[in-house]
Structure formats: C-alpha cells, structure tokens
C-alpha cells in the first residue's frame, strides 16, 4: 500500500517537473497558452446562463423544455452541477463551474496545439 502511495506521489513530482522545464524553455508560448486559457475561460463563465438555457430547453433537468428565461437558465445549470442543493448535487453554482472548466479546458487545448502547430 505505502509503496503505491510513494509511486504515485513521485509519478505527480516527476509531471510537475515536467511542466516547469518546459514553461522555463518556453516563457512566451506558456504565457500565450495561459492567456487565452483564462480568456475563454471568463468566456464561458459569462455565458453560462444562456448555456444553461440552452441545456433546459434541450429538454434536460426536471421540467426541461418547459421553463425559459432565468428560470430555464438556473435548471440547465443545475442539472449540469448534478441536480439541485436540496436533491444533494451542486446547483447552480456547480454547473457554473462545470462550464466554465469545460471553457478553459478547450482554450487550453486549442492554444496548445495552436502554439505546438505554428513552432
């Protein structure tokens, strides 16, 4: 059991490592890729409610396609957070975070393989 445990944590300093060698060797490509990560990260965040919308009236969560407007938005992002507070998922906010990780995931893939691309 200790030995998993002492691999595992090694394996985890090793990719740490990793990272940090190659954000030295490459300061402006690392800044770039952070840069539009946190950009389209913001990005959906903003546009969370209308995603959330978008989710309700694709007829998800419990009176999917049913409701719109805030009402509509608050029950997309609820059902993205795995239900509400109440019936033990994360609500709203949850599925506020939910998109807004899923945004700045896709960021920093498309900025990684743009930047991996044009060098």
Do not use: H, Q, R, Y
């Amino acid at each position: 059991m200790f030995d998993f445990i002492g691999n595992a944590i090694s394996s985890v300093l090793n990719a740490a490592e990793s990272v940090i060698d190659t954000v030295v060797e490459n300061p402006v490509k690392s800044v770039a890729i952070a840069t539009v990560t946190i950009a389209t990260g913001g990005a959906a965040l903003a546009m969370a409610p209308a995603i959330g919308a978008t989710i309700s009236a694709a007829g998800f969560g419990v009176a999917g396609g049913t409701l719109s407007g805030a009402a509509a938005s608050s029950a997309g992002l609820a059902a993205l957070g795995g239900g509400s507070l109440a019936a033990g998922g994360a609500g709203v906010a949850g599925g506020t975070a939910v998109v807004t990780a899923a945004g700045g995931t896709v960021g920093a893939v498309v900025s990684g393989t743009a930047v991996k691309t044009l060098s």
